[in-house]
């Protein structure tokens, strides 16, 4: 599976962007898509997980109420629409696509497959 993570952007605070997801070689169907971020000399956090069969979402505290996961099944396609940024939102934002179990979708180390990277920067 080949994943390209996109939508990163300079934004001012309050605004929104949607990051992309999309993946080659390998539908999605069976695998949870998770976005984590790191941000320079901070450990890379986790974001918000999607779990392709069922459809159910879940979010860090940190963005829950502000970002939101959906999916275009026809594009093979994760979208994850984040808004009222915030400086403390600017990250190098990454797709994984992995088979974890519910309780470890936060967990990086569950993930095998990794785009790319996209940087998001959120001015104050």
């Known amino acids: 599976v080949q994943l390209q993570a996109s939508g990163g952007g300079l934004v001012q605070a309050g605004g929104s962007l949607r990051l992309s997801c999309t993946a080659s070689?390998?539908?999605?169907?069976?695998?949870?898509i998770a976005w984590f971020r790191q941000a320079p000399g901070k450990e890379r956090e986790f974001v918000a997980a999607f779990r392709w069969s069922g459809g159910s979402s879940t979010y860090a505290d940190s963005v829950k109420g502000r970002s939101t996961i959906s999916r275009d099944s026809a594009k093979n396609t994760v979208y994850l629409q984040m808004n009222r940024l915030g400086p403390e939102d600017t990250a190098v934002y990454s797709c994984?696509?992995?088979?974890?179990?519910?309780?470890?979708?936060?967990?990086?180390?569950?993930?095998?497959?990794w785009g790319q990277g996209t940087q998001v920067t959120v001015s104050s």
């Open positions: 994984a696509v992995g088979k974890p179990i519910l309780s470890s979708q936060r967990d990086y180390r569950q993930f095998y497959y």
């Open positions: 070689g390998r539908a999605f169907s069976g695998y949870t």
